[in-house]
């Protein structure tokens, strides 16, 4: 889904920017008069508010309800249910591969762009637009197509595509925090006092980077846990597939499932924004 | 690997540092042997795959049959799907766009509505459906409220949340906050000095809008609809933990070949119509990127 | 709430008369008499423009000169009608204009950010205001032509506005606003974007085309260069009020404030002692101007010009720096104290001297201006 591959990176970006932006005195108004308009806003945004909040209050409520009063026996049910803990731990394990081998791609892979070849920057701009040229539903025939037996067997070929689904916001958040400082001259100045590349590579680099990778690492792993359309058409029950494969059994805590999996992860998402987005503004004027 | 030091000062300009031509390339090598190997080879393999028969001879069949009866009409419910899906939160993202935009409360709305967008553009796939099978559902919160005022939601209105209407009322969820994100920063695009320009010459709103604005955000706007496209159609998770494969959607017909249910000698079939999502959205796709690229030509100055 | 005007309209029209250029004959005609009148605006706690009264006689330059934040644009904004004031009046031909909104007033207006719309060419742009007039098509673009030609601009008729320098938006821009026949013409900073070589040529391009049309005119700039060179008269702005309005020479030589002085040329402040009407410093004594509190211990401001230097052994300055500016060399030099002062003096008299010599300073101006210490 399209949405899954753009859409946190902008969220992430839309998140970050509002959090550390100081609000700007708008010292203007305009002669027309803000009456006219103001109505018509009003309405929008109430009638978005509804929409957006409606279903999860609907949601909330049926979650959390039992004979009519609150309960949080749908959220304690949840652990009870029947293959909770196997898919869960699968997607855990998957989210963890799937991050380990994106960050030792992508690190090393955009840092010699960034250093190295900084006019293959567009073309790599426009690689990533290419998991969303290619859904992950036709993805994933091809790979059962094509993967050998063995690979087959395992789950860990679905770590082995999500880190591709990854690519483009690993690649965007990794891109954006190596703007964010001068890289050359910190990998000179390394260079020059004596560091091979690998402890350039950690001790400069890494801490530099702090914020880009670990808004990259937040943005994969909400993916993985939230991918569906592979894990299902691979026939591996990762947390997700089991949330639908559990509705059969108990909708309620499928319901409350759903709804913890994304609070945790928009928490997680704004945590991460605020934290990550002020460390980088704080960094540039301090080393300014 | 110590620095060359003349004259105390260790001269960085002569030394290259060991990323010669060919060992720089071989650093990229990972990654393009990675993206060749897990991404190229499947989606090549697709595409080949869809003119082969079971038995692996060059054929027409697959793409003939993709063509036919219910996978025609797959691809017909998923683009009509996907317009109405693309177009309906274009404009209403828009128009929240627009209206957080030109609030003069800025400060605290926008960035509210912003941030939020940012969350629920995230929002997708399983965990969506159900809270939407929650409140519009067969026992859903509002169908009960509507039908103790006597209004049946799915009787009196066509509605189904499992159908047609149902998918694009849940895809709008995650469209629409996309769209604001999207469309913000070409608004923001929109110099505010163009609109006093326009105002002193002697322009109303509408020739502003007529003239100006509407020109130059035409592009991201046309934009930005396109992606919103590519994501509807390309979307399986939500529609198939909503409909259970029950409408016909190429993406849920692709996954149907997958779980074995496949008449024999059809087997490729799914490749094809996997090779017509390609074409569509690779063609959405460049569309896409030209307007950018027009839209990033009218915001230079 | 003090108000700063030029006075009677028989000093405005004697400003007029020693202005630089002479006023056209057409001016009455092409412009229009623009007058502020205690006119008042706050954003929240700040005061943008507190009680701005000055009118700009028809076919005149204003400029309005001033540091950052002192209000200047939005008294040009007020006029142009994006800005509502608080209070006062904004009158145009004796007209006030406070109600009538922005696209009524016919009014052009140039940009800082040249402000072109992207989507069409510079003949279009130019042709938009004639275009909501209702002008045809054939009819607003031989106009059109006319001005680019006159901002000598006919080539790039075609051209986009993301395919021409910033110089050239500029101009653009002026034929835009110019293309409407306005009765005033503002300028919001126009030349701030632009480098330095062609910010010159452009102001004069400017001022001659403004001077041809006879069209009144408010300039705004922090540039005091910009103001002194373009304008009939000058108002300096500090903190949403006129400190001074006149001619740019009056503004050199007789500035009415401190701030004024300093801001406009280059200022010395020396310690001096204020005494009856006289203020004591260098060893002179010379009648004063200057703010009712500063009095006995002051700062007294005097020009690089106003000062001589001698070669002196036993003198208790000494030459720190000497800056050769053609004609004239600026020598640094510190007096005994902690006073350092800029001295100007012709290259020949100051080829003699060289940093570390011992001189002596003295106050040439017959008249100083004075200010609280600080």
Redesign the interface.
């Known amino acids: ?4 591959v ?3 990176e ?6 970050a ?3 550390n932006t100081p ?2 005195t ?1 010292a ?2 305009r002669a027309r008069s ?1 009456g006219r ?1 103001n109505v ?2 009003i309405i ?2 109430t009638l ?1 508010a509804v ?2 909040l ?6 909330g ?3 959390l309800t039992v004979d009519g009063h609150f309960s949080w026996a749908g959220l304690k049910g949840i652990s009870k249910q029947d293959g909770f803990k196997d898919a869960f731990v699968l997607s855990f394990k998957l989210a963890l591969v799937t991050t380990l081998i994106s960050l030792a ?2 690190v ?2 955009a840092v ?2 960034h ?3 900084p006019n293959l920057r567009r073309f790599f701009d ?2 990533t ?18 993967a050998p037996q063995k690979l087959k067997g395992t789950p860990y070929l679905l770590a ?2 999500y ?2 689904l990854a ?1 483009p916001f690993m690649y965007r958040s990794l891109d954006a925090g190596l703007r964010s400082f001068d890289l050359r001259t910190i ?2 100045a390394s ?4 560091g ?2 690998l402890s350039t590579l950690w001790h400069v680099l890494l801490p530099n980077l702090r914020s880009a990778v670990l808004s990259g690492v937040v943005l994969t792993v ?1 993916l993985v846990l ?4 592979m894990a ?2 691979d026939q591996y029950t990762t947390f ?1 597939v089991w ?2 494969y559990n ?1 059969q059994s108990s ?1 309620q805590t ?2 409350a499932a ?2 913890l ?2 609070l945790v ?2 928490l997680v ?2 945590i991460i ?1 605020a934290f990550g987005g002020q460390r980088r503004g704080r960094g540039n004027r301090e080393e300014a | ?3 060359v030091v003349t004259d105390g000062a ?1 001269r ?1 300009a002569r ?1 290259r ?3 010669k031509g060919l060992g ?1 390339a071989g ?2 090598l ?2 393009g042997a ?2 060749t190997i ?2 190229l ?6 595409v080949v ?1 869809a003119f082969r028969s079971p038995t692996g001879q060059a054929t027409l069949h697959n793409l003939h049959l993709a063509t036919q009866s219910q996978y025609r009409k797959g691809y017909e419910t998923s683009i009509e799907l996907s317009i109405i899906a693309s177009v309906l939160p274009a404009i ?1 993202g828009f ?2 766009a627009r ?2 935009h ?3 409360a ?6 509210l ?16 459906a ?6 519009v559902g067969n026992t ?3 169908t009960k409220w509507l039908s103790d005022i006597h209004f049946d939601l799915y009787g009196d209105t066509g509605f189904n949340l499992y159908g047609k209407s149902g998918v694009v009322l849940v895809y ?7 769209m604001v ?2 469309i ?1 920063p070409a608004l923001e695009g929109l ?4 609109r ?9 709103t509408l ?1 502003y809008w007529r ?2 604005g509407g ?2 955000l035409a592009p991201s706007v046309l934009g930005a609809t396109l ?1 919103l496209f ?9 529609a ?2 909503l409909t259970s494969g029950t409408i016909a959607l190429t ?1 849920i017909q ?2 149907a ?3 074995g249910n496949v008449l024999p000698g059809q087997e490729n079939v ?2 094809a119509l ?1 090779t017509g ?2 074409l569509i ?2 063609a959405v ?1 460049v569309v896409y ?1 030209l307007l950018q690229r027009r839209a990033a ?5 | 709430m003090t108000e700063v005007t030029t006075g009677s309209s028989a000093d405005r029209r004697t400003a007029a008369a020693t202005s630089p250029a002479p006023l056209i004959a057409t001016a009455a005609e092409g412009g229009a008499h623009v007058e502020f009148v205690g006119v008042t605006r706050s954003f929240g706690q700040t005061r943008a423009l507190d009680g701005l009264t000055v009118d700009i006689a028809p076919g005149e330059l204003l400029a309005l000169l001033g540091p950052s934040g002192c209000g200047k644009t939005t008294a040009l904004r007020v006029l ?3 800005e509502h004031a608080d209070a006062g009046q904004v009158m145009v031909d004796g007209r006030d204009v406070i109600a009538v ?9 140039v ?1 800082q ?3 072109l ?4 060419t510079a003949l279009d742009n130019v042709a ?2 004639l ?3 209702k002008q045809s098509g054939p009819v607003r673009r031989h106009a059109a032509q006319e001005l680019l030609d006159m901002v000598g601009l006919a080539p790039q008729a075609k051209r ?3 395919q021409m320098s910033g110089g050239q ?1 500029q101009r653009v821009a002026l034929a ?2 110019l293309a ?1 026949e306005p009765r005033v013409l ?1 300028l919001d900073e126009p030349l701030s974007a632009l480098d330095a070589k062609v910010r010159i040529a452009l102001r004069d391009q400017i001022r001659a085309l403004q001077q041809r049309l006879g069209t009144t005119t408010l300039f705004v700039t922090h540039d005091q260069e910009e103001a002194l060179s373009m304008a009939d008269r000058v108002g300096v702005m500090r903190n949403g009020r006129l400190e001074q309005v006149a001619s740019p020479t009056e503004l050199y030589t007789q500035p009415a404030t401190p701030f004024v002085a300093e801001f406009v040329g280059t200022m010395n402040r020396i310690p001096g002692q204020t005494a009856d009407q006289q203020v004591m410093v260098l060893g002179s004594t010379v009648p004063f101007t200057g703010p009712p509190e500063a009095r006995g211990v002051v700062d007294v401001l005097v020009r690089p010009e106003g000062l001589a230097v001698t070669p002196d052994r036993n003198g208790d300055a000494i030459v720190t720096s000497h800056s050769f500016r053609g004609a004239v060399t600026r020598l640094g030099v510190q007096l005994s104290g902690d006073s350092a002062v800029w001295v100007d003096l012709s290259s020949d008299a100051a080829s003699t001297i060289t940093p570390g010599d011992p001189v002596r300073v003295t106050l040439t101006a017959t008249r100083v201006l004075v200010d609280v210490p600080q």
């Open positions: 889904m399209v949405a899954d753009t859409a946190p902008l969220g992430l970006r839309g998140i920017t509002e959090l609000p700007r708008r203007r108004s803000i308009g018509t806003h929008v945004l978005t929409y957006f409606l279903p999860l209050y609907a949601a409520k049926f979650a791609l992508m090393p892979t010699l762009v250093l190295r070849f426009g690689l637009l290419l998991p969303i040229v290619i859904p992950p539903v036709v993805l994933i025939v091809g790979v059962l197509q094509v082995l595509e880190v591709v690519m990998v000179d260079r020059s006092l004596g091979g590349w909400a939230g991918e569906y359309t299902t058409l997700p949330i639908v509705d909708s499928s319901v759903s709804l999996a994304l992860t928009w998402l704004i924004a | 690997m110590s620095a260790p960085l030394r540092p060991a990323l720089a650093g990229l990972p990654f990675y993206v897990f991404l080879v499947p989606a090549v393999a697709v795959g209403l128009l929240i209206s957080i030109r609030a003069p800025e400060s605290f709305l926008r960035r509505v912003v941030s939020l967008s940012g969350v629920f553009a995230n929002f997708g796939g399983v965990p969506l159900f809270l939407f099978i929650s409140t859903g919160l509002l709008l969820y995650f469209q629409i906050p996309l994100l999207v913000l110099t505010p000095s163009w006093e320009a326009s105002d002193n010459l002697g322009g109303s020739d003239h100006v020109p130059a992606l590519g994501s509807a159609f390309s979307a399986y998770a939500t198939e933990a993406p692709i996954g070949f997958l779980n799914g490749k996997a999502m390609l959205i690779g796709m990127v030509k009218w915001s230079q100055t | 142009a009608g994006f909104p922005a696209r009524k007033r016919d009014m052009g207006m940009f950010s040249y402000s719309f992207p989507t069409m938009y205001g275009r909501l007039r986009y506005p993301h938006q835009r606003a409407i503002l």
